[in-house]
């Protein structure tokens, strides 16, 4: 239920309760009054019992539903509540307040004119009592932080706010504006692009670039990955070359699929002649291959013994060692937004199904997560191995849903799912089965998933990716600078940044080889695959509840708040 009024709602409440049979409901709510859900416990024990005096419900059907149980879903545009990471509706606020900037950033360049736009936070208290103790605490700790902003104590309002906002406010004072260095140092870092363009490579970029300045090294940035630097195409930046590209997708720098094996003898040279000290490097699989490739021949190669970072930015997001690539949100975006348009087409015409392909390779994240952001009737991927038979299944529950009210169908496809049940095979099944009763259309997606500007996600992913890896990456040379050199063998020395529930992690390179299917490029254990019952579901397949694999509850309490290292 969308709710604001609580009268309304706990008649709501006892219709639902008392006719509809339910035993639970959930809320999820724009604004929570000061009395909040408590009262509607309240009101509505005493609308029982003037329905059971009334006769219009038996005293069995009011001890039955004796009880209202509420869960409730926090909704704000301004992701002011404390207890949670992301509000629902904040992260599309955020995409609208983005593309505006981006439109102003463009009209600024072309016509050299300065724009000022402006953006107020509405100021909304929410307070709640839900009856349990964990939502009053986070309650208490937003009702502090709008107190501290009233009364000016800034700086103590950032740190109410969690670690993450403290840790994003730190990032932006850092990358804003140039300050002198904090200390002139020996060191430098070599930073290049490795494998297939994606959304956000140029913010880890900028703030790497940026990060390292500051921090007093030597920043080099390397067009076209392995092969550029082997060929020499090795320049050093400063500070505002890379001013505007947080921005900008794909990859201002250019990038190659090439393998250091390719050119070894040329790249090794390269390291030596520009004094390159560490490694950066911001790609896909090919990234993770090259890396390894350069760590296991550091016994022939002492330049090699430096330390190196990799930052995944892929699109398929199958990069061992992280839940999320950079430049894989972007491209879920982009598939919905192009998945709804053809929803919008199949609704218009009625009766129509289409089989949409999705990219990935052979990892089927894409099609997964796009499938339930909008609601797919089926989504095939390589994990989960399907035949003959599922697909049979797939055609005749279509084909119930369009006799009945939904008379309109989507399939999604990752693109190397099935080496025979092709996108152009399962187009012609279902055109053949469905005959009578829908028709079907394929769309391939193709590179309109790879293209396009970053979200807000990728933007600020990538900004943090690109400061932790400069500093993990300082931390390792300044530890093994010896008689005027970096020297660095250890496994610990190479290796892949990623966000792991939450935490940004330095996982070693040769301890995730063991994790890696090299055929299929991609992890051996995903945890995204948890989310297929959960789009058959959505999709009305008869799924048993007990096979679904839920989250995790964690309890929040006021030390858990305080010492939350963020995000």
């Not at 309650?139 to 969690?162: D, H, P, S, W, Y």
């Not at 799924?543 to 839920?550: I, L, S």
């Amino acid at each position: 239920l969308f709710i604001n009024n609580n009268i309304i709602n706990v008649f709501i409440c006892i219709f639902l309760y008392s006719c509809l049979n339910l035993t639970a409901l959930k809320l999820i709510q724009y604004k929570i009054n000061t009395n909040g859900c408590n009262n509607n416990n309240n009101l509505y024990n005493c609308m029982l019992k003037i329905l059971m005096n009334s006769s219009r419900i038996t005293a069995e059907t009011a001890k039955q539903h004796g009880h209202l149980n509420i869960v409730g879903l926090v909704g704000s545009i301004d992701n002011d509540f404390c207890g949670t990471d992301m509000t629902i509706g904040a992260d599309s606020a955020l995409n609208r307040i983005t593309e505006i900037i981006d439109a102003i950033t463009t009209t600024a360049t072309r016509s050299e004119a300065h724009n000022l736009q402006k953006f107020s936070d509405k100021q909304s208290q929410i307070l709640s009592d839900i009856i349990k103790r964990v939502i009053l605490l986070c309650l208490l700790k937003t009702k502090e932080v709008q107190r501290a902003m009233n009364e000016k104590r800034f700086e103590e309002a950032i740190q109410l706010r969690g670690r993450s906002f403290e840790n994003n406010w730190n990032i932006y004072k850092l990358l804003a504006y140039q300050k002198p260095a904090a200390s002139e140092c020996l060191h430098s870092i070599a930073i290049l692009n490795v494998g297939a363009p994606a959304a956000g490579m140029n913010a880890a970029m900028r703030s790497a670039v940026r990060v390292g300045l500051a921090t007093g090294h030597r920043l080099y940035i390397v067009s076209d990955g392995f092969e550029g630097l082997a060929n020499g195409a090795v320049n050093e930046v400063s500070w505002n070359q890379v001013a505007g590209w947080t921005g900008q997708g794909g990859s201002l720098l250019g990038t190659k699929r090439t393998l250091p094996s390719t050119c070894m003898e040329k790249l090794v040279e390269n390291l030596n002649k520009f004094s390159i000290q560490s490694l950066l490097v911001v790609g896909g699989f090919e990234a993770y291959e090259g890396i390894l490739e350069l760590v296991e021949a550091r016994g022939r190669y002492d330049e090699l013994c430096i330390p190196m970072c990799i930052i995944p930015a892929t699109i398929s997001n199958n990069v061992p060692g992280t839940d999320f690539s950079l430049g894989s949100d972007t491209a879920v975006n982009a598939a919905m937004a192009s998945c709804d348009k053809i929803k919008q087409s199949a609704t218009g015409t009625k009766r129509r199904v289409f089989v949409v392909e999705t990219m990935g390779g052979y990892c089927g994240y894409l099609a997964t997560t796009t499938g339930i952001a909008v609601g797919a009737d089926a989504a095939y991927i390589f994990e989960d191995p399907f035949n003959i038979h599922d697909l049979k299944t797939n055609v005749e529950h279509l084909t119930e849903k369009m006799k009945k009210d939904i008379q309109r169908g989507l399939v999604l496809r990752n693109e190397k799912c099935h080496v025979h049940y092709t996108t152009d095979f399962i187009h012609k099944l279902y055109s053949a089965e469905g005959k009578g009763v829908f028709d079907c259309r394929v769309n391939v997606l193709g590179h309109l998933q790879q293209g396009g500007v970053p979200t807000p996600f990728d933007r600020n992913y990538g900004t943090k990716l690109g400061v932790r890896a400069v500093q993990w990456l300082t931390e390792k040379m300044t530890d093994s600078f010896r008689q005027g050199r970096v020297f660095v063998n250890t496994p610990d020395t190479a290796c892949v940044v990623g966000l792991y529930k939450k935490v940004l992690t330095f996982s070693p390179i040769t301890e995730l080889k063991d994790q890696t299917d090299f055929e299929h490029r991609m992890p051996k254990t995903q945890w995204w695959l948890n989310f297929r019952l959960m789009l058959k579901m959505l999709a009305k397949y008869q799924t048993p509840f007990n096979e679904y694999v839920t989250g995790e509850i964690e309890h929040v309490t006021r030390r858990s708040l305080s010492i939350d290292t963020g995000f």
